[in-house]
């Protein structure tokens, strides 16, 4: 039976039974209530109910997360301190305490990040592509939007897409909704992911936000401007983990130094969010609900350009635009040392302005006799040929 159908056959049920109340006891109309709830939030996806906390062995808090928690998941904070995920009881996990993470070193990587190579080899001559899509169609932010079928979580998409254009990479945004937002919206949004990765992209990210109801720990400013952290999410049960969990590394590492405070850490969760399907793939959480809209699109150039560092390399964002803008100038500054060049040679050759004038006349008229008499011509081919026929 589909969700739809259960939650018809629930409203019936309740229906019914408040029918007989009197021969039920209280508690089994209250359980049958919160079954309800629990059924209709699903349609809305991660609230606060969701929320489980991570504490470590000695109580000290780690982190929280809508996604849920399982055993042997992992989580890396702000702080590159690497935990562990040892016990689940309820909505509070355990986590062991693993050390602290030198992210380039954990894969490999030597030297500072400034002399990172970049992720994507051999693109000098090939367009610069990602690819963004929204498995959790209906996120949004307080105070946002009542429930739809786009939530505002699209427009950080749309952000982000503007910030990764003005540097020059092609970005293609898919705007399917794939609610509700239950547990199946990632097998919906596969066929999306699949045909963005069959346009070539150089990486593929989901963008989302958190759920938990704390602003205070996505909250940050970051070279002056106030916005929400961004958490990054690899699926620890796919076949592309260690390549995605290599970029997230990479990633975080380039973000802290270039702008520290903005990547919150890096949670390895159960499951794989279609990422099995490209060895560049991200789910990125832009703030939490009870951020604004605002705040995320504030990060999104900051995300963008570590993103960009990450996958063209180190002090090459912006060339394509700036060769633009290059090449405009240095069209202008050939076409004032032409015109520089005739005004000296009429003055030279005229005598005054009214023989500078003349001449001036003189071409122009010659020019555009000269470009009619072609353009009858061949008119008067045309019609020749015509006739022939």
Known sequence: MSKIGKLFFYVLLIFLLNLVQPVF?????????????DLTTSFIGHTENDIVEVYDEKGKYIFSTCMGVSVGDRYINEANEEYEVIKVE???????????????????????????????????????????????SAESYIPGPAFKTRGEIYDVGAALKQQFEKRGITTIQSKRSFLPHDGGAYERSRG??????????????????????????????????????????????????????????????????????LIRGIFYAKGK?????????????????????????????????SIYTMLYGAGTAGTDRAMSSAGWKNLLLLIGITVIAVVIYLILNEDGL????????????????????????????IKKRRKKR
Do not use: C, W
């Open 25 to 37: 006891a209280a508690n089994d109309i209250g359980n049958l209530t919160t079954s309800l709830k």
């Open 90 to 136: 309820g909505k509070r996990g355990i986590a062991k305490f693993l050390g602290k993470v030198d992210l380039l070193e954990s894969i490999g990587l030597a030297g500072s990040v400034s002399e990172l190579p970049p992720l994507v080899q051999g693109q000098k001559n090939k367009r610069k592509k990602i690819a963004i899509y929204h498995t959790h």
């Open 192 to 261: 999306t992911a699949i045909e963005l990765l069959r346009q070539g992209p150089d990486a593929i990210f989901d963008i989302h936000r958190d759920a938990i109801p704390r602003a205070e720990e996505y909250l940050t400013n970051v070279k002056g401007k106030k916005i929400s952290k961004v958490r990054l999410v690899v699926g620890r049960q796919n076949p592309n983990m260690r390549p995605n969990d290599q970029m997230a590394r990479r990633l975080k590492a380039i973000a802290d130094k270039k702008y520290p405070g």
């Open 273 to 305: 969010y279609n990422q099995d399907l490209s060895p560049r793939a991200l789910l990125l959480e832009f703030g939490t609900h009870v951020t604004t809209k605002e705040q995320a699109e504030a990060s999104t150039a900051m995300i963008a350009d």
């Open 354 to 381: 009214s023989g500078i004038l003349e001449r001036l006349k003189k071409f122009s008229g010659e020019e555009f006799a000269n470009v009619l008499g072609r353009y009858k011509r061949s008119k008067q081919k």
